[in-house]
């Protein structure tokens, strides 16, 4: 078994995620981007793409982790840990359960759809097979700044 990034890790992957997320707002969707990690190398990238795709599902972690599927060849992606810029909405933390992700770390919390820790705990629920660890925190404020103002933009557009 492959070890998990440490908390020293977090800011190179999550500064990937960023980079991830700003490709999103060039788009008009909200900056929101994700790598998943396996064996220290970047194995998924994904950034929302849901006014792209016309796609309510294409959220970026899906994306980045169909990504990693394909290119390790299996749905488990035991041994691999997921980065967001944005606490995981249910959809995004059901699917990192089911795709038996280890490591879940998240620049910020999401107070309306966070189903992490802020709206609900889904990752911890008890009733689940799978738990996979996770973390807050590495560049938040530089994930929040760029929420922030894309959403800023959109309100001085309408």
Do not use: Q
């Not at 795709?53 to 169909?66: F, K, M, Q, V």
Request: charged share 25%; with cysteine; hydrophobic share 45%.
């Amino acid at each position: 078994m492959s070890s998990l990034p440490g908390v020293t890790d977090d800011i190179r992957y999550m500064d990937r995620a960023l980079d991830a997320a700003r490709a999103a707002a060039e788009h008009g969707d909200v900056p929101i981007g994700a790598v998943v990690v396996h064996e220290g190398i970047v194995v998924g990238t994904g950034h929302n793409a849901r006014e792209l795709d016309r796609d309510p599902t294409a959220h970026a972690e899906l994306i980045a982790l169909r990504e990693a599927a394909k290119t390790l060849g299996r749905w488990r992606l035991t041994d691999c840990a997921l980065y967001v810029t944005l606490e995981p909405c249910a959809m995004c933390a059901g699917a990192a359960v089911l795709a038996r992700i280890d490591l879940v770390v998240f620049a910020a919390p999401d107070p309306k759809a966070g189903a992490v820790r802020s709206v609900a705990e889904l990752l911890d629920e008890p009733a689940l097979n799978h738990h996979p660890k996770w973390r807050l925190g590495a560049r938040r404020a530089e994930a929040e700044a760029l929420l922030s103002g894309f959403f800023a933009g959109r309100r001085d557009r309408d």
